[in-house]
């Protein structure tokens, strides 16, 4: 065998035994410190606030009624935004992710490697998802929660920290873009990653309104792991 193969070739192996060793680190922090609990800031807190965690599988949004006496997300993210204009539903998903991912791919069939990749390695931009819903049913992927005022204060806060404003104060629509309608998408803050998922993004609302939570978390199950889901 050729000295210059040989040389190629152990490249290639080292190469993949380093990447198969970046895997495995990444999976197993993944899972042992999504298993290591945040524990609910106030256990006995009032439960004021009707607000969910919800997962789709893969996703998980923040869920919280439209209107209460503290706020009117429709006075923010106005239903004219949606393509139903549906003024009758009563509560709001709130997810976070890669704006690109968000667009292009409105089902796995239309994922395609380059968005996956600009969307792990810090490449892109990030978005709001904001889906309205009519009710919501507590079931494995629906997890009630009932925050207090205060803690739901603090959720609002954490919300619209997320998004990107224009000159004046308002959040950046996304026109044209929606999976159905009563959904739609705008501007938001920070960079998606590996490390800084969509369900890192729930994990740090969780965190942020005093609720149970893990550590740290790129994925859904650790969360629902948190609700014994």
């Known amino acids: 065998m050729p000295l210059t193969f040989r040389k190629v070739l152990k490249g290639i192996t080292y190469t993949a035994v380093g990447i198969g060793g970046v895997l495995a680190t990444y999976v197993a922090s993944a899972f042992v410190l999504s298993r290591i609990p945040v524990a609910k800031a106030q256990p006995n807190a009032s439960p004021d606030v009707p607000v969910y965690l919800h997962s789709n599988g893969v996703h998980t949004d923040i869920v919280v009624p439209v209107r209460t006496e503290q706020m009117d997300w429709s006075q923010q993210l106005p239903y004219s935004n949606i393509p139903s204009g549906d003024t009758t539903l009563r509560y709001i998903a709130f997810g976070w992710g890669d704006k690109g991912f968000y667009l292009d791919t409105p089902t796995w069939a239309d994922l395609k490697f380059s968005t996956a990749f600009v969307a792990a390695f810090w490449l892109g931009s990030s978005a709001v998802h904001a889906t309205y819903l ?43 873009h929606s999976y159905g309608p009563d959904d739609a998408f705008y501007e938001a803050k920070r960079v998606y990653s590996f490390l800084y998922t969509c369900n890192t993004w729930t994990n740090n609302a969780l965190k942020a309104s005093g609720q149970k939570a893990c550590l740290w978390t790129p994925y859904d199950g650790g969360l629902l792991h948190q609700y014994g889901r």
């Not at 925050?147 to 004046?168: G, N, V, W």
Request: avoid cysteine; charged fraction near 25%.
């Open 134 to 176: 009519r009710q919501l049913t507590p079931g494995p992927d629906t997890v009630p929660l009932h925050l207090s005022r205060d803690e739901y204060a603090r959720l609002i806060a954490y919300i619209q920290q997320s998004f990107k404003y224009d000159a004046a104060g308002r959040v950046q629509h996304i026109r044209g």
